[in-house]
């Protein structure tokens, strides 16, 4: 990743402080981004600012309001004018059984993971139209190409998350904006970690490498992306579960 760089860009992550989120920012300031920061949690997003030093910003948002998407947006050009890269990794789930599932249930999940990730590529390609540049990653899951029981919300949202993207890559390429999806398999995080071992067995039988992934896989290939190296990618879901979903 030497050779790739982001000096004077400024790039706005949504989901700052999980596993992917946070390994994302980091990754990206390495490569010389100002990077915005953004989550509900304030003690982590101080932490994590803390970490990242004084070329990033810190921003409490609930993306399932849009006063507060609004806000995040206008905070961000305050500070750096411009937002360069867009990464749409704020999610959530709440997981039942369809028969089961309550509207509110289905409703939190499609607001935060899909309507607020339309809502702030609207605002934010606004800013990149300006400049005649942009790139924006949505962060999908592999859930939301084969399902899974248990998820329908969860599993519709991150295949919406994937035609949103895909329309964004149509409708702006003409302006240097990518668009461009990562879907991820199974990733280390505080939810992978809590597995029994029994169930961590079941799991790797699942994969054809033979191991979880790391954030920094998805990390990596958000940076490439971003890169100019990378302008005639658009439209694209990546996905990176070593191996367990070939197409």
Request: hydrophobic residues 45%.
């Amino acid at each position: 990743m030497a050779d790739l760089s982001l000096k004077n860009k400024t790039a706005l992550v949504t989901g700052s402080t999980g596993a992917i989120g946070g390994s994302i920012a980091k990754k990206l300031l390495l490569l010389g981004a100002n990077v915005i920061i953004t989550g509900t949690n304030k003690k982590k997003i101080d932490d994590l600012r803390k970490e990242l030093g004084p070329k990033s910003l810190s921003l409490i948002a609930d993306l399932s309001k849009d006063k507060e998407i609004e806000d995040l947006y206008d905070q961000s050009i305050k500070k750096f004018k411009s937002i360069d890269i867009l990464i749409n990794n704020a999610g959530t789930n709440k997981d039942a059984l369809s028969i089961r599932m309550t509207k509110e249930q289905w409703d939190e999940v499609i607001n935060i993971n899909l309507s607020a990730t339309f809502k702030l590529s609207q605002l934010v390609i606004k800013s990149m139209m300006k400049q005649k540049w942009g790139r924006i990653i949505g962060i999908s899951s592999i859930i939301g190409i084969v399902g899974n029981a248990g998820q329908a919300n969860y599993a519709a949202s991150k295949a919406g998350m994937i035609a949103l993207h895909k329309s964004l890559a149509l409708e702006f390429a003409s302006r240097r904006i990518t668009v461009n999806c990562i879907a991820p398999g199974f990733i280390e995080s505080p939810m992978t970690e809590v597995l029994s071992n029994e169930q961590k067995e079941i799991m790797l039988k699942k994969i054809p490498v033979g191991n979880i992934g790391k954030p920094n896989d998805i990390a990596n290939c958000v940076a490439f992306l971003t890169d100019e190296k990378a302008s005639f990618i658009t439209g694209s879901t990546v996905n990176i579960n070593g191996g367990m979903l070939m197409v």
